[in-house]
């Protein structure tokens, strides 16, 4: 369900149109072009507004910290040699 909220919306839609603006006659297609413009620049701005709250709390029903610091290096990493 996450995949289909943030999942590409405007490729599509751009497509689609432009298929059927050149396989039906219509008189509107530069205001649909608008229309569909608009929609995806909205979709943009609504889906980067809210990815980061969502995933965050989805993490936590998960149970994980969305806050804890996953760069550890695990315990049998070796530090780098040192030159002299």
Do not use: C, K
């Amino acid at each position: 369900m996450t995949l289909a909220f943030f999942g590409i919306r405007g490729v599509g839609s751009f497509y689609y149109l432009a298929y059927g603006l050149n396989h039906m006659p219509m008189s509107a297609g530069e205001r649909l072009w608008a229309i569909v413009g608009l929609v995806a620049l909205f979709s943009i701005l609504l889906h980067g507004l809210t990815v980061t709250p969502v995933m965050r709390q989805l993490d936590r029903r998960q149970g994980r910290d969305p806050d804890a610091d996953d760069a550890h290096q695990p315990s049998d990493a070796q530090a780098p040699a040192s030159r002299s």
